[in-house]
């Protein structure tokens, strides 16, 4: 009874891990300051670190686009990112290696079945701020669509520039069947976890020039 009760505990504490609260972080190389939460998904301390950087100049229920920053431990088989902060129903951002060790970024959506293409939200991959070594592979990216998107009843949400939202990851050890596609299956994810982003820190003066600046290094739109 004991060790059942136990690992019940630490299967519900695994798969619903809690993220740290937001923090500012400037990248020098990138040139952007990221308000970025460190998202645990093994007990042992490991996790991933999520970044976002967003213009200065937004409004409040209004789109705009993204840079995206994301550090991965190699053990990782495939994560992503909600951003409504929901498993289905908001724009998805499904990541992992592909076979040549690159990232693969997969724009998807998801209902009541596994996530599927979703074409409306764009990312583009920068090749500065993209890099690995021995233990973590990160990517920087330019999110176009991620932060409006119509709901069932064709209301229209936000991601608010000017507060906290709420953002989901899940996390999976297995690579996608097919890791060169960007439209691979994906295995059903082992852990996932919410946390309110603070998106008021993630606000740049001069995005626009950094992102054209970044674009000169051609990226790969997936």
């Known amino acids: 009874m004991f060790w059942n009760l136990l690992f019940a ?21 990138t040139g952007f300051t990221y308000s970025q939460n460190f998202a645990l998904y093994k007990l042992d301390g490991r996790g991933i670190t999520f970044r976002i950087a967003i213009p200065i100049n937004v409004s409040s229920n209004s789109a705009y686009n993204a ?13 992503g990112l909600a951003w409504g902060g929901l498993m289905t129903k908001n724009p998805l ?18 209902n009541h079945t596994p996530p599927q293409p979703y074409t409306t939200t764009t ?10 070594n021995s233990t973590h592979w990160q990517f920087t990216a330019l999110c176009t669509g991620c932060t409006s998107w119509a709901s069932d009843g064709g209301a229209v949400r936000y991601v608010q520039p000017n507060g906290s939202n709420r ?11 097919n890791p060169s ?13 919410y946390w309110n982003h603070d998106f ?13 600046r970044l674009l000169g290094s051609q ?4």
């Open 9 to 29: 505990v630490f299967v519900t504490l695994l798969r619903s891990v809690s993220a740290a609260e937001s923090v500012a972080v400037h990248d020098a190389e």
């Open 181 to 193: 596609s960007p439209t691979s299956a994906i295995t059903v994810h082992d852990v996932h976890a």
């Open 200 to 212: 008021s820190t993630a606000r740049n003066t001069g995005f626009e020039a950094a992102v054209q």
């Open 167 to 177: 953002l989901a990851f899940a996390y999976g050890p297995t690579k996608p069947s």
């Open 123 to 132: 990312y583009t991959l920068f090749e500065t701020g993209t890099k690995s």
């Open 67 to 79: 840079v995206v920053q994301v550090i991965i431990p190699n053990d990782v088989g495939w994560a």
């Open 219 to 222: 990226g790969v739109r997936t």
């Open 93 to 110: 951002m499904v990541f992992w290696r592909g076979s040549n060790n690159q990232p693969v970024l997969s724009s998807r959506w998801a």
